[in-house]
């Protein structure tokens, strides 16, 4: 998809995240010559036109002090699947809950919620408060902790063709 000269330098102006400040729309705009209203404007067109997915916040949460995030897998019954990660979602420390497909006989689990806590034994905590909530629906489960911090990146321009890269 072209690109035109102003989306470049305004991916070019947040692609690294936008400013730490009380008013970051009017910050970039600043940059560019343009409102804060403008920036809001292009960057709603190019979520509907599909070029931006979402526009969101990545907490580092090492640096919060959740230094014990883990993955809780979940084997529920496909029936009662979605309705249960509803309820999952709306719990405090989970951050993301998904269903996913189970690829059998290896991988049994089709619900993923991402538990944070400062410590392993708070998220083994939360994760019992999940399994008491599924109740009956749950027939497994197991928590995979995080063993490295991988890099989070958003929006960036590729290479000197300007178009852009996931």
């Given at each position: ?33 343009v ?8 960057l709603?067109e ?13 907490p580092?949460?090492?640096r ?14 496909d ?14 420390g989970?951050?993301h ?6 690829r ?5 689990y089709?619900?993923f ?36 911090i ?7 321009l590729?290479g000197?063709t ?5």
């Open positions: 998809m072209a690109l035109s000269d102003f989306d470049r330098a305004l991916v070019r102006a947040t692609q690294s995240g936008l400013p730490l400040v009380p008013r970051p729309y009017e910050a970039v705009g600043a940059t560019l010559g409102s804060g209203e403008r920036v809001r404007e292009r709603r190019m979520i509907d036109e599909g070029l931006v997915r979402r526009i969101g916040a990545v580092n949460h090492y919060l002090g959740y230094v014990a995030n883990g993955m809780s897998v979940w084997d529920v019954d029936d009662h699947v979605d309705a249960c990660a509803r309820r999952i979602a709306e719990l405090p989970v951050s809950c998904y269903r996913r497909p189970r059998l006989p290896l991988w049994r089709n619900l919620a991402m538990l944070h806590g400062t410590t392993r034994a708070s998220v083994e905590r939360q994760a019992e408060r999940v399994a008491a909530l599924l109740g009956e629906h749950v027939r497994a489960h197991e928590i995979l902790y995080s063993t490295a991988l890099k989070k990146t958003g929006l960036r590729a000197r300007d178009s852009i890269a996931g």
